[in-house]
């Protein structure tokens, strides 16, 4: 056997595998610059953003702009993913679910999530189940750019979610792209080295 070609390959496959990957911003829909007259999130009003990737990801945090309205630290809300039917651009079944807790005005939400998912148009949606204590957090509006817009904006009033132009609101999604491992390029690589040697024809003796 040609250890030396085996090991060769390995590190050849191992050097042309990807890094280790950073994370980026897939929805970034702006931070607000005020306050005044935000939507409300509560037990009959939910609101989602739509966004896309474009290749398999693994989302690390959801995050909205929230103020206090009535409510105060501590206070729950769920942030919920669910994947998105393109021919009525209506929801679909729910990927991922979590309870939130609204700390203070800013961004709140779930961070150190590992929500794997392939290409395609999801959507994130700020609820308030029956295990959540919310009874009104503010939504306002964003009135800066962000460096991902969301693809369009839901609410739901209880009836189940629309698409009527809702107000939109500032929300962040972070997610980190899945490289294919460096084990599956070192071991395609030895594999590739034994083959070789087993197609080999042995030399015959006179």
């Known amino acids: 056997m040609n250890m030396k070609l085996v090991f060769a390959l390995g590190w050849i496959a191992a050097a042309a595998a990807p890094g280790i990957a950073s994370a980026s911003l897939v929805l970034d829909t702006g931070t607000p610059t005020s306050t005044a007259l935000p939507a409300v999130l509560d037990g009959n009003d939910y609101y989602a953003a739509e966004f896309s990737i474009s290749s398999t990801e693994s989302i690390t945090s959801v995050e909205a702009y929230l103020t206090a309205g009535m409510d105060s630290p501590g206070d729950t809300f769920t942030m919920a993913l669910y994947g998105s039917d393109l021919l009525t651009n209506r929801y679909s079944a729910q990927i991922d679910a979590g309870q939130a807790a609204y700390q203070s005005d800013g961004f709140n939400g779930l961070t150190g999530l590992n929500w794997t998912v392939g290409p395609g148009t999801y959507w994130i949606?700020?609820?308030?189940?029956?295990?959540?204590?919310?009874?009104?957090?503010?939504?306002?509006?964003?009135?800066?750019?962000?460096?991902?817009?969301?693809?369009?904006?839901?609410?739901?009033?209880?009836?189940?979610?629309?698409?009527?132009?809702?107000?939109?609101?500032?929300?962040?999604?972070?997610?980190?792209?899945?490289?294919?491992?460096?084990?599956?390029?070192?071991?395609?690589g030895g594999l590739l080295g034994l083959s070789s040697r087993v197609r080999r024809p042995s030399a015959t003796r006179a």
């Open 125 to 188: 949606a700020l609820e308030v189940g029956a295990a959540d204590s919310a009874i009104g957090l503010g939504l306002p509006t964003p009135t800066t750019g962000g460096t991902a817009p969301a693809l369009d904006f839901a609410y739901n009033s209880g009836s189940g979610y629309s698409d009527v132009g809702a107000t939109p609101f500032s929300v962040q999604v972070t997610a980190t792209p899945v490289p294919l491992p460096a084990a599956i390029w070192l071991l395609g």
